[in-house]
């Protein structure tokens, strides 16, 4: 879906979605990490169940909530990666618990 | 006479107290109208906790109680009277509910308080207890370390108050209440049987007036000869992000509401007329309510507000009929989400036929305020 530019800087960050191994590159958000990975959704809704993907990428529409490091709801698109993360795809509304 | 602007009865207020009642008196029959302030009132029906509560109100007046019995009594079906008409689902849920103590000594103070009040001669009875952590703990699995025990009565429940405000005025509406926004009342006139009242949305006239205004019965009140001695006392409010459901209980300080956002209150502060929050208070209510349910501390809080009470001296609700101008009443309380059954189903069929049966609503009226104080 989406390919990284020739210029890119390499992706030396090692991080997991939903437990698999993935690659991102330092300054890369959490959203652009799961586009550049292939991921076709970040979560499901709380009311439908329908699949969403991050959408304005600047920290408007709220499309991109995806749990990371245990914790729901975070808006992946203002989180910048870090290395070891673990981002998970959230299905339907954050439970208190993550 | 201008027989286009004469109704059976004018509500003034149309908020829940004033909708409820609206409401039932058009059921009972009357051609209502409901005089509503613009969006500069200060409007306690859209900032209200929502708790549909029992335990701990009466102490003082044990008929305040029995009268808090019988609309929790009635709440059910006055939530699926307005689902059948309406098609609005107002979220009513009886599961019981809690008060939590942080601390021994709270919750013998808090056990103390409830055994003066179920002690009152002329207390109605009703099933409460005290709950030990263990026993807690299997109710609400998420309590922190520091809550030792609570209380807990069955009668409890809460709603979702701003659906229920809305269902009421869809209601009314259907049922041929004239809803007049945008209507503050500048005076009223009685004579000849007939009020007439002068608003900023031009006359109105009517056989009967209730007062239904919140803070504004302090002022609307002797007009027609009644006295309606209400302040405002300010609550803040925090609410969370939503989340799956974890609280399958209402606490008086702590719910999770049927859309998943975690409402957290109950302060009290006097205030004046000035709703604006504070991150003192607010720091406090947090605080409390994150020892109560530690994983509370992980949700972000999405919004904070303000909203003030309509309270008495007393804190118990005014219903009174004027002495000098018959057919004018007023109806003022602070829990016009837990009163709302009552108001709709037992005070309005009342108001409908012209009178407030004494041995029933007698103790509820300002006339309890004479009395000097003991010296």
């Given at each position: 879906m989406f390919r990284r530019l020739?210029?890119?800087?390499?992706?030396?960050l090692a991080v997991t979605i939903d437990g698999k191994p993935a690659r991102a590159r330092a300054g890369d958000s959490v959203a652009a990490t799961l586009l550049a990975a292939g991921v076709d959704h970040c979560r499901t809704t709380p009311v439908s169940g329908a699949p969403r993907a991050p959408y304005c990428m600047m920290g408007v529409c709220f499309e991109c909530l995806v749990t990371i490091d245990g914790v729901g709801n975070r808006q992946g698109c203002m989180v910048p990666v870090e290395d070891g993360m673990a981002i998970e795809i959230q299905h339907g509304r954050r439970e208190i618990e993550r | 006479m201008n027989a286009t602007t004469s109704h059976d009865v004018a509500v003034i207020g149309g908020g829940l107290v004033g909708s409820a009642i609206a409401w039932g008196l058009a059921k009972a029959g009357q051609r209502v109208a409901v005089l509503d302030e613009g969006d500069i009132a200060w409007r306690a029906s859209r900032g209200n906790f929502a708790l549909v509560w029992v335990q701990s109100k009466g102490l003082g007046m044990p008929q305040y109680a029995g009268w808090t019995v019988r609309s929790s009594n009635a709440w059910g079906g006055f939530a699926e009277a307005l689902k059948a008409q309406t098609?609005?689902?107002?979220c009513h849920q009886r599961p019981g509910g809690f008060h939590l103590a942080l601390s021994e000594r709270e919750l013998e103070q808090r056990e103390a308080m409830l055994k003066r009040l179920h002690n009152q001669p002329a207390m109605q009875r009703y099933d409460w207890e005290i709950v030990d952590r263990e026993r807690l703990r299997r109710m609400l699995p998420q309590i922190g370390p520091e809550v030792v025990g609570a209380s807990y009565c069955p009668l409890d429940g809460h709603v979702n108050s701003l659906r229920l405000l809305r269902a009421l005025h869809v209601g009314m509406r259907q049922l041929g209440v004239a809803y007049l926004p945008n209507h503050a009342v500048d005076a009223i006139a009685w004579r000849d049987g007939e009020f007439t009242i002068q608003s900023s949305g031009g006359a109105v006239r009517s056989g009967k007036l209730v007062l239904a205004a919140g803070n504004g019965n302090a002022r609307l009140g002797p007009m027609v000869g009644l006295a309606v001695p209400v302040r405002p006392q300010r609550g803040q409010i925090v609410v969370t992000e939503r989340t799956a459901p974890f609280l399958n209980y209402p606490v008086v300080t702590v719910r999770q509401t049927d859309e998943g956002g975690v409402m957290l209150g109950d302060s009290l502060e006097e205030a004046g007329f000035d709703a604006t929050v504070g991150t003192g208070v607010v720091s406090a209510i947090a605080d409390r309510a994150v020892r109560m349910?530690?994983?509370?501390?992980r949700l972000n809080v999405v919004r904070t507000w303000a909203a003030l009470r309509v309270m008495t001296p007393d804190g118990f609700p005014i219903y009174d009929h004027s002495a000098t101008c018959p057919g004018a009443f007023v109806a003022t309380c602070h829990s016009g989400v837990t009163l709302a059954a009552n108001h709709a189903l037992a005070l309005a069929p009342l108001i409908a036929e012209g009178r407030l049966p004494p041995e029933q609503?007698?103790?509820?009226?300002?006339?309890?305020?004479?009395v000097p104080a003991a010296a």
């Open positions: 020739p210029d890119a800087g390499e992706a030396r | 098609g609005l689902d107002v349910f530690p994983l509370l501390a609503l007698e103790v509820f009226s300002a006339r309890r305020f004479d």
